[in-house]
Structures are given as structure tokens and as C-alpha cells.
């Protein structure tokens, strides 16, 4: 097999992205967004607790399982070339 044919089956079990999950900032998130920049600048903080609440329920939306990942790394699941 030459070099071409090992890289193209390198690839083979690698899933693509998934375009139906393809996360977008909205109007209302970015207005929302700006609502508590707003508010925790007149307070003198830099990313106050509802901005920090916020983005950690949009992260959870676009990377639901992102907390079982590591886990599953450590107890010898897929790695990270999916063998």
C-alpha cells in the first residue's frame, strides 16, 4: 500500500461534524449578552456571575458531553486516534 492509500484509511473511522448541530449567536443571546456586559461594567466587574451562568448553559447546548470526554481518555476508551 503506498503513503496515499495509508492516509485515506487513517481517516476512515473519524466521524464528521455534524452541520444539523452548527451553533449561531442569535440576536437575543448577543442583546443578552450586552445587557450584562452593561451591568457588570457600571458594577466594576469583568464577567459577572449571569454572564458566566450563561455561557456555560450555551457551551452545555453546542458540547453536551464535553465533561464525559476526559473520562473516557483516563479509563482507556477511545483516545485520541480513535483506536
Given amino acids: 500500500m503506498d503513503i ?5 484509511s487513517h481517516h476512515v473511522g473519524i466521524p464528521k461534524p455534524s ?3 452548527e451553533w449561531k449567536l ?10 450584562y456586559a ?3 461594567a457600571a458594577q466594576g466587574v469583568y464577567m459577572g456571575n449571569k454572564f458566566l451562568a450563561l455561557r456555560k448553559s450555551e457551551v452545555a447546548k453546542a458540547a453536551p ?3 464525559g470526554i476526559p473520562s473516557r481518555l483516563v479509563r482507556g476508551g477511545e483516545g485520541r486516534y480513535g483506536i
Fill in 4 to 8: 496515499t492509500g495509508i492516509a485515506k
Fill in 19 to 21: 452541520s444539523k448541530k
Fill in 26 to 35: 442569535s440576536d437575543s443571546l448577543r442583546e443578552q449578552i450586552a445587557g
Fill in 38 to 40: 452593561r451591568e457588570d
Fill in 65 to 67: 458531553d464535553r465533561a
